[in-house]
């Protein structure tokens, strides 16, 4: 069984931290694909400061599509049409000096555009404005995204999946609920993820966190997989994800970015 590095604690970061938060979030029916790569290829698509977080010696990239419903500072209340929109991120996964596991996002895509504009100039992270759409028939989920702006333009993905049972549903031996990750697993290492890196304008690192239930996590049925957003990275893939999974969603308290310190 694969294991990824024992010496990082994984669960601290999944607690909620003191305080107010700062806003909140509604992400709702997300897919989640992922590829592992030689982590030489990955590793200088970080900022300095950052090391690839590992599993089975293996750098991991992860295509996201999801919807965002209920987006709002703490002071304010969600506004149609400016608080629901579709998003897709691709990301990988990084830590700060042995510690603080988390995300590091290579692009996001964005159907709103005071969103992507606002996560650019007050999050530094690198949204790009898309044609999305997300359509359910049942189990049936369907994604598909075209980048607008900024360019590079016309990249974007299509994906459609089946969702099946909870994972680990019928298991009487496990020791967490159906659908729960279980942490030292490969699911939770992808999908449990509270903290994100970003860089400002003189390249000084930030870290956000955010909280939320464990992800109710499902097995899924890939039908169809079309992407050039990993390829706009210089990470092409001809072959299928290597990791498989879905979830309808989690409520989410965002709270702000603070900078890390440095040596």
């Known amino acids: 069984m694969m294991t990824p590095p024992v010496d990082i604690d994984r669960i601290s970061p999944t607690r909620r931290p003191a305080g107010p938060a700062g806003g909140y979030h509604t992400w709702r029916d997300l897919t989640f694909l992922h590829w592992r790569f030689p982590p030489e290829l990955i590793a200088p698509l970080l900022p300095p400061g950052l090391s690839l977080d590992t599993f089975d010696g293996d750098a991991w990239v992860g295509l996201v599509p999801f919807f965002m419903a209920n987006v709002r500072p703490r002071w304010f209340c969600a506004v149609p049409g400016l608080s629901h929109f579709c998003e897709t991120n691709v990301r990988t996964y990084v830590h700060y000096r042995g510690r603080n596991p988390g995300v590091w996002f290579l692009s996001l895509e964005a ?9 650019r100039l007050g999050w530094h992270l690198p949204y790009f404005r898309s044609v999305m ?42 020791d967490r609920p159906a659908g729960q990750a279980i942490p030292g697993t490969l699911e939770h290492f992808l999908v449990e993820r509270y903290l994100l890196y970003t860089q400002g304008r003189r390249r000084e690192l930030f870290c956000g966190q955010v909280h939320h239930s464990p992800y109710p996590v499902h097995q899924i049925e890939l039908l169809q997989c079309e992407d050039t957003l990993l390829g706009s990275h210089g990470l092409s893939v001809s072959r299928p994800p290597d990791h498989l999974a879905g979830s309808p969603g989690v409520d989410v308290e965002i709270f702000p970015l603070k900078p890390v310190p440095r040596a």
């Open 133 to 174: 759409d997300l359509s359910i028939e049942g189990r049936l989920h369907k994604y598909e995204c075209r980048r607008l702006w900024p360019g590079p333009r016309d990249v974007g993905c299509r994906v459609t999946a089946r969702f099946g049972p909870l994972l680990g549903a019928g298991d009487p031996d496990r």
């Open 111 to 119: 159907s709103n555009s005071i969103a992507v504009l606002a996560a």
